[in-house]
């Protein structure tokens, strides 16, 4: 029984920690699955999408704003995956444009998690949960300014203000017909490269991304 | 009798009505100076700020979003009257820099109500409240557009739909301390008056607003 009883306090918990991963797994899993059809999907929506009880999911997540800024993150996470494998060498507006594509295929799919998030969470803890991005953005522009590709007259956070708040807007935009899905990267590109160029230099022709 | 009976049976609505749109007032007041201090300012804290209970509050609007809502739509109308009085004839870009001007002005004191309706009400409907704020730009855009004054190959709403996200996306920045205040139409115009330049064409140089 000594035994017995050992085995159980070192496995136990264990086993409990492993059922606790699966759980926040499944909730996630079922928040981004939901949200993503119904920015005001509810917590016992997504509890029953995840097959679990509601009150293991409060366990988890105090707060229905807590379980959307998780989703939120891992959202951004996967979105950060796809930039990684963007091609952001070479000539920066053509990176730029490519970026500007990439990033445009997840604000579109996701854009409902954005909306619950605009809804729950403070703009600044959005902005945060975007550092990732902020600094692929950054880079880019820091490199197409060395290069004069770029205008250096703005401040380097105004720009990358600009990128982030046109995609989100557009976001909008196309939810609300008043564009084109498919159009939305070319708006978006030809929209940034004229508006980092320097006054009193040509603004580039855009080009489709390849 | 029966004549003091009339007088109340026609004056007792009447006194009713008056009583009821001064507390409409005095309600939408409070909403709009407390929300300005504070966008999560709550129905009490509104109801005491205008003297009234908060039964009479919620006989007026039934939920703390209607009562936002109404907030924003007062601000808008307020935002408008000081509009009306910009002068945006004359040079296209130097009338959009006027334009900038003026509006920043209100976007920046009021922007925790502009964060409040953020949380609170639909995107669209925000967008909705604003529709004579998108016509006065939009008439600007088009005589701007029709002069060569700026770029015919964007849709006109996109164009709107920038100058609004910027708009509101650097009342953020000034909010978090990434811009400081006054910077701010500087950065709008000079981002916007090169986003509306046409590719092949050079960007005009900024002017600080008459």
Not at 18 to 39: F, H
Not at 107 to 122: G, H, K, S, W, Y
Request: with cysteine.
């Amino acid at each position: 029984m000594a035994r017995e009883s050992d085995r159980v306090d070192t496995e136990a918990p264990r086993a409990r920690r492993a059922d606790a991963r699966r759980n926040v797994e499944a909730i996630l899993d079922a928040a981004v699955a939901c949200l993503s059809r119904d920015p005001d999907a509810s917590v016992v929506d997504i509890a029953a999408a995840a097959s679990v009880g509601r009150v293991t999911l409060y366990g988890h997540f105090k707060t229905r704003a807590e379980l959307i800024d998780a989703a939120l993150v891992r959202t951004i996470q996967h979105a950060d995956q796809i930039l990684e494998t963007t091609d952001t060498t070479g000539d920066p507006t053509e990176a730029l444009t490519r970026l500007v594509a990439s990033s445009w295929q997840i604000v579109d799919q996701f854009r409902n998690i954005l909306v619950a998030a605009q809804r729950e969470l403070p703009a600044e803890r959005i902005r945060g949960v975007h550092d990732r991005v902020v600094r692929r953005i950054q880079s880019l522009l820091e490199r197409g300014q060395r290069g004069g590709a770029f205008r250096t007259d703005l401040p380097k956070r105004w720009m990358v203000t600009t990128v982030i708040s046109l995609m989100h807007a557009a976001a909008e935009d196309a939810a609300a017909g008043r564009v084109k899905v498919d159009q939305v990267p070319g708006l978006i590109t030809a929209t940034l490269l004229a508006a980092f160029t320097a006054p009193g230099a040509k603004v580039p022709a855009a080009r489709p991304s390849a």
